[in-house]
């Protein structure tokens, strides 16, 4: 929090990614294991003293079509075992 807030203003309700994006979980032998991975309906709770907390439940999105780049799925979605 505080070099994040050192290089920008942070405000109520921003959120600071600071590990893995998109479906990505890994274990203490840096592999994946689906066991780790965020499940629907599942809730992520952060909160910081003095300011307050956030609660957010997993939910579904409807599926992009026409993606390229980072809005790809995950590789394993479509090349299983990689």
């Known amino acids: 929090m505080e070099y994040a807030s050192s290089t920008v203003t942070l405000f109520p309700g921003n959120v600071i990614n600071s590990s893995g994006s998109g479906r990505t979980a890994t274990g203490s032998d840096n592999t994946r294991s689906g066991d780790r991975l965020l499940k629907l309906g599942e809730v992520i709770k952060e909160s910081i003293d003095g300011t307050g907390a956030l609660r957010l439940a997993t939910k ?18 479509y090349r299983p075992g990689r």
């Open 60 to 77: 579904t999105r409807p599926q992009r079509t026409g993606l390229t780049g980072a809005g790809l799925p995950p590789v394993d979605s």
